[in-house]
């Protein structure tokens, strides 16, 4: 998803949703220590980030926080999705995983975080003889 951003030809995602992969691993090793005995309905958790996605400020941070990749940002319009993530229920996701919405990454970090790690692995694709595509192959979801 993050690398369709800096791709001139990329394409968006189908829905304003991000989850910092880091706040996954957190919440599955928080949900697998924890002492859970008490809750009595199912545990699972229908699970993203509490931080709205706006597709527009995002790319905008990734302009102006890391302006090599401006000459690559995604070329088609932005759309309109009405509304920027999911109404979950962050008492429920605490209550089993012991996450609180302030223990998330921000959207900054997760996304300026990847495309730093992106840029890192391009280069050394590069050192290695690698070419890369001018596009990026198409999301499957």
Do not use: C
């Amino acid at each position: 998803m993050v690398y369709n951003l800096i791709s001139p030809g990329g394409k968006y995602p189908p829905r304003p949703a991000h989850v910092d992969f880091r706040d996954v691993a957190a919440a599955h090793v928080r949900a697998a220590t924890r002492d859970t005995s008490s809750i009595k309905d199912r545990k699972r958790v229908i699970f993203a980030s509490p931080h709205g996605l706006v597709l527009k400020d995002v790319l905008e941070l990734i302009k102006t926080k890391r302006p090599e990749t401006a000459n690559r940002i995604i070329s088609s319009p932005i759309p309109d999705f009405g509304f920027t993530k999911y109404d979950l229920d962050s008492e429920w996701i605490e209550q089993v995983t012991g996450l609180k919405e302030n223990d998330f990454h921000t959207l900054e970090e997760t996304f300026l975080d990847t495309i730093d790690d992106l840029l890192k692995l391009e280069n050394e694709w590069k050192e290695k003889g690698f070419k890369l595509p001018e596009t990026v192959p198409p999301m499957s979801l």
